[in-house]
């Protein structure tokens, strides 16, 4: 019951360009329980993307603690960082950072390597998750062979590939149309949802946010607000077309204008 995965203790980041001090966070304290799902907001240059690479230990703060799963993760070496990295975290990007010399399937596989999974294994499990991330029958595709949104689910399978405790996506959503985005935002929630993985989410779509259990607004560098988020996807409460809001009554979008269909519909879920 409310298991922390993650616990931000009085964290902060100054940046030093030449004599100026830029200070992106400042003194953030945060706690993010197992199976909950996130979205931050917040105006570009808030700290956003800065409390999401020291979340992920890609970077570290000048100050505070960052507790994941419970270890200190500030005062760790490199070498032990990066095992964190691979085995606790999956990332995803806006602009997804598929490698393109390797398929869909490698792809996936490659997080594995790291943890040296034997090969057998990285290809069935591999297969399993682009399965899960409606991608079958694409294993062999390279990157540039996909649509931006299939290249998103590659990325979202590859986050998943360790078996994290932890997603962090930073607008995963910030390239993809209105369609790919809410296909995109879907499959986020309903791993969320179905496999009680843990999300935090970047974006600046409120739409996209709307689909979390938990909003963060961020401002200079500083948590402002928070708001229950609605998990839309959950209550099946968005136009499948546009990602615009709907009543569980509507039959037709009151954005887009086209008929919504509930009843007997087949959406894969
Ligand atoms: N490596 C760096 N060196 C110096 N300053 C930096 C560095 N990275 C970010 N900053 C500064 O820190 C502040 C926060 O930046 P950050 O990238 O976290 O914002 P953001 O909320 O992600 O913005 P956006 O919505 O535009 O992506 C900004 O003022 C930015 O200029
Ligand atoms: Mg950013």
Same mark, same amino acid.
Request: no cysteine; glycine share 8%; proline share 0%.
């Given at each position: 019951m409310n298991e922390a995965v993650l616990k931000l203790e009085n964290l902060s980041k100054t940046y030093t360009l030449g004599k100026r001090n830029v200070q992106a966070l400042s003194n953030v304290n945060l706690q993010v329980n197992k199976g909950e799902f996130v979205a931050i907001m917040g105006p570009s240059g808030s700290g956003k993307t800065t409390l999401l690479n020291i979340l992920g230990c890609l970077d570290k703060p000048t100050a505070g603690l960052v507790l994941l799963d419970g270890v200190?993760?500030? /005062? *760790?070496p490199e070498k032990e960082l990066y095992k964190i990295r691979g085995s606790k975290i999956g990332f995803v990007f806006q602009t997804f950072n598929l490698l393109p010399y390797l398929n869909a399937r490698e792809n996936v596989e490659l997080p594995m390597e790291s943890l040296k999974v034997p090969k057998d294994e990285r290809k069935r499990r591999a297969g399993e998750l682009l399965a899960m991330v409606g *991608? /079958?029958?694409? =294993? =062999?595709?390279r990157p540039q062979r996909l649509s931006a949104g299939e290249q998103q689910r590659v990325a979202i399978a590859r986050a998943l590939a360790n078996n994290p405790a932890l997603i962090l996506a930073d607008e995963p959503t910030g390239n993809l149309d209105a369609k790919n985005k809410y296909e995109i935002v879907k499959l986020l929630a309903n791993l969320n949802i179905n496999q009680g993985t843990t999300i935090i989410m970047v974006t600046h779509d409120s739409n996209v946010a709307s689909q979390a259990e938990r909003l963060l607004f961020l401002n200079d560098g500083k948590i402002t607000r928070e708001k229950q988020g609605l998990h839309l996807v959950k209550k099946k409460l968005m136009c499948p077309y546009c990602g615009g809001k709907i009543q569980a009554e509507d039959t037709m979008c009151p954005s887009c204008r086209k008929k919504l269909k509930y009843q007997g519909e087949e959406d894969g879920d």
């Open positions: 200190d993760v500030t /005062s *760790l *991608l /079958s029958g694409r =294993e =062999e595709h």
